[in-house]
């Protein structure tokens, strides 16, 4: 048999900036110039206010679980092997939710509310991924 790559994240236009702050270990997240509101996913425009105007601002990298599930059959022949996986949606302080993965925690022990904080993984040359991992209050 043939090894399946798994799809990796293309960046376009709106989300360069994104996926390259990630390759630097940062997480940064499009703040409104017009309201302050902080997006995700990265857009031309604000979704409160429609200002073309915004800042790629750093976050904190800490948040909580807002929810998750664990994957026991997936959809994608590349991701049988890791079969069961979790998928979260992690709610940054800052206030946006990134669709993501818990790290360093088994699947048992992930918990609606828990403190996450980010870590990034490099997958190539070009993508680097930001997980998240149980924070230590």
């Known amino acids: 048999m043939f090894a399946i790559e798994k799809p990796l994240p293309l960046a376009n236009e709106d989300s360069q900036e994104?996926?390259?702050a990630c390759k630097r270990g940062e997480l940064r997240l499009q703040?409104?110039?017009?309201?302050?509101?902080?997006r995700?996913?990265?857009a031309a425009l604000?979704?409160?206010?429609?200002?073309?105007?915004?800042?790629?601002?750093?976050?904190?990298?800490?948040?909580?679980?807002?929810?998750?599930?664990?994957?026991?059959?997936?959809?994608?022949?590349a991701f049988f092997e890791d079969a069961p996986y979790n998928v979260a949606i992690v709610e940054l302080e800052e206030g946006p939710r990134l669709h993501s993965r818990i790290v360093?925690?088994?699947?048992?022990?992930i918990s609606i509310g828990m403190p996450v904080e980010v870590?990034?993984?490099?997958?190539?040359?070009?993508?680097?991924?930001?997980?998240f991992k149980r924070a230590i209050p």
């Open 104 to 109: 360093e925690c088994a699947n048992e022990a």
């Open 46 to 77: 604000c979704p409160r206010c429609l200002s073309e105007s915004f800042a790629w601002e750093p976050m904190s990298g800490r948040g909580k679980v807002y929810t998750w599930i664990v994957v026991h059959r997936p959809q994608h022949p």
């Open 18 to 20: 994104y996926w390259e």
């Open 40 to 42: 995700f996913p990265p």
């Open 31 to 38: 703040k409104c110039a017009g309201c302050a509101h902080v």
């Open 119 to 131: 870590v990034f993984e490099k997958k190539n040359d070009d993508v680097t991924m930001p997980y």
